[in-house]
C-alpha cells in the first residue's frame, strides 16, 4: 500500500474495502426493515409459517416425515421433509424455480423468510413438493 487513499472513480470506489461496502450498504437496508418490523413480530410470523407449513405436510404428503422440530421454541424458520424421493423431488422442482435444499440422504430443506414469504406462497410449495414427491 502506498500513503494515502485515492478511491477508484465511479462505481469502482464501492468495489473493495473493510468491509466489503455493497455487502454494508444491502445490509444496512435489512437491518432498517428488521428494526421496523420488529424482532417479536419476525419470530411470531417465522413460528407460524412454519407451523402452517408442517401442518400442510401433514394433510398433503403423509408418507413423508417432518424431521424438523415440532416444538416452535426448537426450531428456527425452515423445516426438513424426509422422504425415498427427495432427490428427484429437488430436480423436479429446480425445474420448476422452486429452489429447496436437498439435505442427504432423503431431505428437502425448505426455508421460509418471515419479511418476505406469505402464507399462499407455503401452501403454493408445499404443493408443489406434494406433487413432485408423488
Given at each position: 500500500?502506498?500513503?494515502?487513499?485515492?478511491?477508484?472513480?465511479?462505481?469502482?470506489?464501492?468495489?473493495?474495502?473493510?468491509?466489503?461496502?455493497?455487502?454494508?450498504?444491502?445490509?444496512?437496508?435489512?437491518?432498517?426493515?428488521?428494526e421496523?418490523?420488529?424482532?417479536?413480530?419476525?419470530r411470531?410470523?417465522?413460528?407460524?409459517?412454519?407451523?402452517?407449513?408442517?401442518?400442510l405436510?401433514?394433510?398433503?404428503?403423509?408418507?413423508?416425515?417432518?424431521?424438523?422440530?415440532?416444538?416452535?421454541?426448537?426450531?428456527?424458520?425452515?423445516?426438513?421433509?424426509?422422504?425415498?424421493?427427495?432427490?428427484?423431488?429437488?430436480?423436479?422442482?429446480?425445474?420448476?424455480?422452486?429452489?429447496?435444499?436437498?439435505?442427504?440422504?432423503?431431505?428437502?430443506?425448505?426455508?421460509?423468510?418471515?419479511?418476505?414469504?406469505?402464507?399462499?406462497?407455503?401452501?403454493?410449495?408445499?404443493?408443489?413438493?406434494?406433487?413432485?414427491?408423488?
Amino acid at each position: 500500500m502506498t500513503e494515502g487513499y485515492a478511491p477508484a472513480p465511479g462505481v469502482g470506489s464501492l468495489v473493495s474495502g473493510t468491509p466489503p461496502i455493497l455487502t454494508m450498504v444491502a445490509l444496512g437496508e435489512m437491518l432498517t426493515l428488521i428494526e421496523a418490523a420488529g424482532i417479536a413480530a419476525i419470530r411470531e410470523k417465522s413460528v407460524a409459517l412454519t407451523s402452517y407449513a408442517i401442518e400442510l405436510v401433514d394433510a398433503l404428503i403423509p408418507s413423508a416425515t417432518v424431521s424438523t422440530p415440532r416444538d416452535a421454541e426448537r426450531r428456527g424458520s425452515h423445516l426438513t421433509v424426509d422422504h425415498p424421493n427427495s432427490a428427484v423431488a429437488v430436480e423436479r422442482l429446480w425445474a420448476q424455480g422452486i429452489i429447496p435444499d436437498f439435505r442427504h440422504p432423503s431431505g428437502v430443506r425448505i426455508g421460509l423468510s418471515p419479511l418476505s414469504t406469505s402464507f399462499a406462497e407455503v401452501e403454493r410449495g408445499i404443493r408443489a413438493l406434494a406433487d413432485a414427491l408423488s
